[in-house]
Protein backbone atom coordinates (compact mmCIF):
# COMPACT_ATOMS: atom_id res chain seq x y z
CA UNK A 1 0.00 0.00 0.00
CA UNK A 2 3.09 2.34 1.28
CA UNK A 3 4.55 1.78 -2.44
CA UNK A 4 1.06 2.40 -4.49
CA UNK A 5 1.19 5.81 -2.28
CA UNK A 6 3.98 6.93 -3.23
CA UNK A 7 4.00 5.79 -7.14
CA UNK A 8 0.87 8.25 -7.08
CA UNK A 9 2.99 10.91 -5.46
CA UNK A 10 5.59 10.77 -7.70
CA UNK A 11 3.52 10.38 -10.72
CA UNK A 12 1.35 13.33 -9.66
CA UNK A 13 4.58 15.41 -9.29
CA UNK A 14 5.80 14.46 -12.51
CA UNK A 15 2.40 15.36 -14.05
CA UNK A 16 2.00 18.50 -12.32
CA UNK A 17 6.06 19.44 -13.24
CA UNK A 18 5.07 19.13 -17.17
CA UNK A 19 1.78 21.18 -17.21
CA UNK A 20 3.45 24.13 -15.12
CA UNK A 21 6.41 23.82 -17.71
CA UNK A 22 4.58 24.10 -20.33
CA UNK A 23 3.15 27.39 -19.02
CA UNK A 24 5.29 30.14 -20.16
CA UNK A 25 4.29 32.52 -22.26
CA UNK A 26 6.97 34.51 -22.48
CA UNK A 27 7.51 36.00 -26.34
CA UNK A 28 10.00 36.94 -27.88
CA UNK A 29 8.22 37.64 -31.20
CA UNK A 30 10.94 38.44 -33.97
CA UNK A 31 8.41 39.63 -36.54
CA UNK A 32 6.44 42.84 -36.74
CA UNK A 33 4.87 44.73 -34.81
CA UNK A 34 1.43 43.69 -35.97
CA UNK A 35 2.49 39.93 -35.14
CA UNK A 36 3.71 41.00 -31.90
CA UNK A 37 0.00 42.74 -31.14
CA UNK A 38 -1.54 39.51 -32.05
CA UNK A 39 0.36 37.92 -29.42
CA UNK A 40 -0.34 40.71 -26.89
CA UNK A 41 -3.79 39.58 -27.04
CA UNK A 42 -3.41 35.94 -26.23
CA UNK A 43 -2.24 37.14 -23.20
CA UNK A 44 1.46 37.17 -23.93
CA UNK A 45 3.91 40.02 -23.49
CA UNK A 46 3.75 43.03 -25.88
CA UNK A 47 7.38 43.17 -27.73
CA UNK A 48 8.54 44.76 -30.62
CA UNK A 49 12.42 43.57 -32.29
CA UNK A 50 14.91 46.20 -32.35
CA UNK A 51 14.73 46.22 -36.61
CA UNK A 52 11.23 46.70 -36.16
CA UNK A 53 11.46 49.54 -33.94
CA UNK A 54 14.72 51.21 -36.03
CA UNK A 55 12.53 50.88 -39.33
CA UNK A 56 9.66 52.87 -37.51
CA UNK A 57 11.98 55.48 -36.29
CA UNK A 58 13.56 55.75 -39.67
CA UNK A 59 9.88 56.34 -41.24
CA UNK A 60 10.10 59.39 -39.09
CA UNK A 61 7.44 57.69 -36.24
CA UNK A 62 7.04 59.66 -33.17
CA UNK A 63 8.46 56.84 -30.43
CA UNK A 64 9.55 57.49 -27.10
CA UNK A 65 11.96 55.38 -25.81
CA UNK A 66 12.21 54.35 -22.25
CA UNK A 67 15.72 53.02 -20.52
CA UNK A 68 13.96 50.95 -17.75
CA UNK A 69 16.95 50.26 -15.90
CA UNK A 70 17.34 51.39 -12.15
CA UNK A 71 21.26 52.02 -13.13
CA UNK A 72 22.23 52.74 -16.49
CA UNK A 73 25.62 51.34 -16.36
CA UNK A 74 26.78 53.96 -18.13
CA UNK A 75 25.16 53.51 -21.33
CA UNK A 76 21.96 54.88 -23.00
CA UNK A 77 20.20 54.62 -26.53
CA UNK A 78 21.06 58.08 -28.49
CA UNK A 79 17.22 60.21 -28.00
CA UNK A 80 16.08 57.32 -25.06
CA UNK A 81 14.77 58.51 -21.42
CA UNK A 82 16.09 56.85 -18.25
CA UNK A 83 12.81 56.29 -16.56
CA UNK A 84 12.96 53.31 -13.70
CA UNK A 85 9.74 52.24 -12.54
CA UNK A 86 9.70 54.07 -9.12
CA UNK A 87 10.18 57.02 -11.22
CA UNK A 88 7.27 55.50 -14.03
CA UNK A 89 3.76 56.66 -12.39
CA UNK A 90 5.45 60.37 -11.80
CA UNK A 91 6.43 60.65 -15.71
CA UNK A 92 3.10 59.42 -17.16
CA UNK A 93 1.06 61.57 -15.43
CA UNK A 94 1.78 64.20 -18.43
CA UNK A 95 2.34 62.16 -21.37
CA UNK A 96 -0.26 61.51 -24.27
CA UNK A 97 -1.92 57.54 -23.93
CA UNK A 98 -1.93 57.05 -27.40
CA UNK A 99 2.21 57.61 -27.24
CA UNK A 100 4.06 54.56 -28.98
CA UNK A 101 6.33 54.03 -26.13
CA UNK A 102 9.30 50.88 -26.29
CA UNK A 103 10.95 50.38 -22.85
CA UNK A 104 14.36 48.23 -23.07
CA UNK A 105 16.82 47.12 -20.50
CA UNK A 106 19.80 44.45 -20.27
CA UNK A 107 18.07 41.56 -18.24
CA UNK A 108 18.16 38.21 -19.59
CA UNK A 109 14.72 37.57 -20.42
CA UNK A 110 13.73 41.57 -20.54
CA UNK A 111 12.42 41.45 -17.22
CA UNK A 112 12.59 45.62 -16.33
CA UNK A 113 11.21 46.26 -19.69
CA UNK A 114 8.41 44.16 -19.50
CA UNK A 115 7.43 44.95 -16.10
CA UNK A 116 7.34 48.84 -17.20
CA UNK A 117 5.10 47.76 -20.29
CA UNK A 118 2.70 45.83 -17.95
CA UNK A 119 2.65 49.22 -15.55
CA UNK A 120 2.24 51.59 -18.44
CA UNK A 121 -0.61 49.24 -19.99
CA UNK A 122 -2.42 49.11 -16.83
CA UNK A 123 -1.63 53.22 -16.38
CA UNK A 124 -4.09 52.99 -20.15
CA UNK A 125 -1.27 53.25 -22.51
CA UNK A 126 -1.97 50.47 -25.28
CA UNK A 127 0.60 51.14 -27.25
CA UNK A 128 3.22 50.00 -25.29
CA UNK A 129 6.13 47.54 -26.20
CA UNK A 130 9.34 46.11 -24.62
CA UNK A 131 12.44 45.89 -26.67
CA UNK A 132 13.26 41.95 -27.45
CA UNK A 133 16.54 41.70 -26.65
CA UNK A 134 16.91 44.97 -24.63
CA UNK A 135 20.26 46.98 -25.13
CA UNK A 136 22.18 44.51 -26.80
CA UNK A 137 19.35 43.76 -29.67
CA UNK A 138 19.76 47.73 -29.80
CA UNK A 139 23.20 47.69 -30.48
CA UNK A 140 23.37 45.51 -32.70
CA UNK A 141 20.37 46.47 -35.14
CA UNK A 142 22.19 49.82 -35.82
CA UNK A 143 21.03 52.04 -32.89
CA UNK A 144 23.49 54.47 -31.24
CA UNK A 145 24.62 53.60 -27.95
CA UNK A 146 25.98 57.07 -25.46
CA UNK A 147 26.86 58.26 -21.91
CA UNK A 148 24.13 59.57 -20.31
CA UNK A 149 25.72 62.90 -20.44
CA UNK A 150 26.13 62.67 -24.14
CA UNK A 151 22.18 62.13 -24.77
Given amino acids: MRFQILLATVLATALAGSVFAQTDKHVHEHGSVKATEAKASADAKPQITAKDLKERLDKGEKIIIIDARHELGGQILKGAIHIPMDKLDEWAR???????????????????????????????????????????????????VVTPADK
Fill in 94 to 144: DVDKSSVIVTYCTCPHDEAADAEVQKLQKMGFKNAYALSGGLDAARSAGFE
